[in-house]
């Protein structure tokens, strides 16, 4: 059956008319449209085209023009000051180790840091055993292997990285849809009774909340080992980025780049410090780059600002010298952040060793004697008196917000303006002068007074000279006010000038003093 159909008419639409409106705008025909007929419609039984409107059309034509007016997402690291671009995720199955072992120069005593199972004669180290200085147990072979099931829900896919709390395995969470997850030890201890309690110190963890912090799931034990579970983030640590850089030659990170990570990271401090906590142990190996966007890793080490018994935990060249003495606090949480920002920009091999402690000489490194501002940022944040460094982790963000504009616009010499925090933007002037943008040109300056005939003049010179002898007048009162100054003579020359200036007889003003004057003779 053929039918006719009426097409839309409509500029720039190619609908159909069904039920007296276009399938395609919605909109009525316009006038004078011709009638065509169509190929491939749907007629029913009745021969009514069928009224289904074509959504395919509408919405291959909104997402043109979404496609085609919208802008690309700010990445939300970097404050809008520079552009970083953002890093992919990395499949959880190629980040496993194959072989999960710790090279024999990186393993130490975790009770007096003394080195441990290394090798002699050609023969490799001890991964378990016991520390020759102090006798502390010590053991550095992976506990879970691919295929192991913990606490009957999370199946291991092998190792990723050893911590300083031992190993840190990628698991699947079986309850939940397979989802990846990360375990990582809280207590190396094989009693059953000390795991029960380390987990149960670190429940407070579960309450911490923030985008720029890994999530905590839950909290497990094993075979008398306490394991935290984590949200899986996949991309790269800074430390990686920043190892990276340098083995391709391309030297430290800079500045701009690395001050635009510690700024998107101290948002997530911040957090932690009003809740109470302290991080202890922040480096640049803790803060992953994932998507557009940072995520605060490794939180074994959080503690209560308040628990004086708590365990502390801190790397060599990153940990603040007060921390052993007085333990970790907010002040010694931000000195890491200025510690890190320095080994991110510096090729400075002595910052673990004989400067674990102080500041590199300023002289020796381009970067710090080029940009001013972040050498004066490096000086309050690594201060050696905790009263000297800032006084929280918003204080710091706003220094360093200050810092990265300085440094992207001493790079391509584009200024960043700001609006200050200290002092509020120009006031309007009382009279009103300052316009609103757009609101056209400024009103003309008002005209220039008439100029003043002889007339004018005259008077307003007799209305000077009226005033000039008023203040003479007053001012010849005033001195008759204490008579115990006053000769005689002065006094009557005084008064006869006063009657003479206003033009009144003279007895009037000798009168009262020739009273007073009798008065203090009798």
């Not at 007016?69 to 690291?77: I, N, Q």
């Not at 009279?431 to 056209?440: F, L, M, V, Y």
């Not at 000038?497 to 008065?519: E, G, Q, S, V, W």
């Amino acid at each position: 059956m053929t039918v006719t159909e009426t097409a839309c008419g409509r500029p720039g639409c190619a609908g159909i008319v069904v039920d007296g409106y276009c399938d395609t705008c919605g909109m009525a025909p316009a006038a004078g449209t011709p009638e065509r007929t169509p190929s491939g419609r749907v007629v029913t039984e009745s021969g009514r085209v069928s009224g289904r409107v074509d959504v395919s059309r509408l919405t291959a034509r909104s997402r043109q023009t979404a496609s085609s007016g919208s802008t690309a997402r700010r990445s939300r690291v970097g404050a809008g000051v520079v552009e970083m671009a953002p890093m992919p995720t990395a499949d959880p199955a190629s980040v496993v180790m194959a072989d999960p072992s710790v090279p024999e120069n990186r393993r130490y005593c975790t009770a007096c840091d003394a080195p441990v199972g290394r090798g002699k004669d050609g023969k490799a180290g001890r991964q378990s055993g016991f520390c020759s200085q102090c006798r502390a147990r010590f053991d550095f072979g992976a506990k879970l292997h691919a295929g192991d099931l913990v606490a009957g829900q999370y199946e291991v896919a092998g190792a990723l990285a050893h911590g300083g709390l031992g190993w840190i395995y990628l698991v699947r969470d079986r309850n939940v849809s397979g989802r990846w997850c990360v375990l990582k030890g809280l207590l190396d201890t094989a009693d059953p009774a000390a795991a029960e309690a380390a987990v149960a110190e670190r429940r407070f963890l579960a309450e911490v909340s923030h985008p720029a912090i890994v999530d905590i799931y839950n909290f497990v034990q094993h075979e008398g080992q306490g394991y935290i579970v984590m949200e899986y983030v996949g991309g790269p640590s800074i430390k990686q980025l920043a190892k990276r850089r340098r083995e391709s030659g391309g030297g430290p990170l800079p500045p701009a780049e690395a001050a635009a990570y510690m700024l998107s990271v101290l948002p997530a401090l911040g957090y932690l410090h009003d809740a109470g906590l302290v991080y202890c142990d922040f480096k640049p190996d803790n803060v992953i780059h994932v998507g557009d966007a940072v995520k605060l890793i490794d939180l074994g080490g959080v503690r209560r600002i308040d628990d004086p018994h708590a365990a502390i935990f801190g790397t060599i060249g990153y940990q603040a010298a007060e921390v052993p003495k007085t333990g970790p606090t907010v002040a010694s949480d931000l000195y890491t952040v200025g510690r890190s920002l320095l080994v991110l920009i510096l090729d400075w091999p002595q910052w673990q060793g004989s400067e674990k402690e102080k500041l590199p000489v300023r002289e020796k490194h381009d970067v710090l004697v080029e940009h001013d501002g972040l050498w004066r940022f490096l000086q309050r944040a690594c201060a050696p008196d905790p009263a000297q460094r800032f006084a929280d982790a918003d204080e710091m963000a706003d220094a360093l917000h200050g810092v990265l504009c300085q440094v992207a616009a001493a790079t391509d010499n584009l200024p960043r303006p700001r609006t200050s925090t200290r002092f509020s933007p120009p006031r309007p002037p009382l009279d009103g002068t300052r316009r609103r943008a757009g609101a056209g040109p400024p009103p003309p300056p008002p005209p220039p007074p008439p100029p003043k005939g002889p007339a004018t003049l005259l008077a307003a010179e007799a209305q000077a000279a009226a005033g000039s002898m008023r203040l003479e007048i007053g001012a010849l009162e005033r001195e008759l006010v204490d008579f115990r100054w006053l000769k005689r003579r002065w006094l009557f020359r005084t008064l006869l000038k006063i009657a003479a200036l206003r033009h009144r007889p003279p007895f009037r003003y000798l009168l009262a003093p020739l009273r007073l004057l009798r008065r203090r003779r009798a």
